[in-house]
């Protein structure tokens, strides 16, 4: 287990629970997710997009190709990325996620989490266990060799930039916020500023 009462990662009961389905007998752990991931990895990884961690919901995930619901990260990152002039309804391009993914993948785009499991703490734990987790994240960074790293998520930002750009890591130095919770519109404004340099 990566949570601890100790370091205030102690999950909640639902995230507890989504967990434990994780690693038990039903097989889901952290490999459904590396193998969701893996099939849409790029040759070369012009763009590297780092959120903070994959949601506590075990059918939503970036890049597992049937979610039905609350995948705001990839709604707005495929509208960020490819244009709102080709986005229809939001339900109709879910069933078509499978060839966004394919899409995204062949412009050379890429998205990682900072911390490989669900965290249910506050902002400044997250920060914490981000900053934990760094060491790891920057050799799996080094390994992408990307052109460019975008941050996503106020907590990311706060957490990595500094040691990013200490590493010599080639990273976008705007706060990108996470496209949820009525920051859709901010995520928008600011993503041409993100990736200026491309």
Known sequence: MYFTQ????????????NMAQMNGEDGFSRERYE???AKYRPRKTGVLFVAEAPPSSLD???????VKRQDA???????????????????????????WLLKFQEKGYQLIDAVKEPM??????????????????????KQINPAMIVLIKATVHK???????TAGLPVAGCKLPFPGNGQQKKFHREFPRAVLNL
Do not use: H
């Open 159 to 165: 957490a990595l930039f500094q040691q990013l750009e």
């Open 6 to 17: 100790r370091s205030g990662f102690l999950p909640s009961g639902t995230l507890r629970n």
């Open 73 to 99: 990260l990839w709604v707005e990152l495929m509208k960020a990325v490819f244009g709102m002039e080709n986005w229809t309804t939001t339900r109709q391009e879910r069933r078509r996620k499978r060839e």
């Open 60 to 66: 939503r995930y970036f890049y597992f190709e049937d």
């Open 120 to 141: 249910d703490c506050g902002d400044s734990a997250r920060v914490e266990k981000i900053k934990e987790n760094s060491r790891e994240l920057i050799s799996e960074i």
């Open 35 to 37: 193998r969701a991931a």
